[in-house]
Every structure is written in structure tokens, then in C-alpha cells.
């Protein structure tokens, strides 16, 4: 999953500058998970309303998430 795809899937919503974090495995590989900062939380409730959509060809699941677990995510 790329930055350019999940843009697009969220095309429409305000997604903060540099609000894209795409989780790595221990392999330094997409794990297939990301977060994404919006600029509002109306942002976010909208962009919720993607959940089990696809991006491409790949069927997503959405969660809302809290910059703490986001950090121990992305640690």
C-alpha cells in the first residue's frame, strides 16, 4: 500500500500534510496497515465512512486510533 493509494482512497477528506504513516514489519515491508492524520475530527468521522472499502484490490477495514497507539505502532 502507497501513500499515492490511500490519498486517492481518502480523495475528498482532509488528510494533514505529512498524515500518512504506513506501519513496517521487522522485514522493513508494508504490513498492510497505516494511519492517517485529518485535520478535523470531521475529517476523520468522514473519512470512516470508507470503512470496508477497497483500496485497488484490497479490502480495508477502518479504526479510529489515538496518537499514543499510533506511536506504538510506528515504534
Request: hydrophobic share 35%.
Amino acid at each position: 500500500m502507497l501513500h499515492r493509494e490511500i490519498m486517492n482512497f481518502f480523495d475528498g477528506n482532509n488528510i494533514m500534510p505529512n498524515g500518512i504513516h504506513i506501519v513496517m514489519g521487522a522485514t522493513n515491508h508494508p504490513t498492510g496497515e497505516a494511519f492517517v492524520e485529518f485535520t478535523s475530527s470531521d475529517e476523520a468521522q468522514y473519512g470512516m465512512d470508507s470503512h470496508r472499502q477497497n483500496i485497488g484490490s484490497y479490502y480495508r477495514e477502518l479504526f479510529r486510533a489515538t496518537k499514543r497507539q499510533q506511536l506504538v505502532h510506528l515504534e
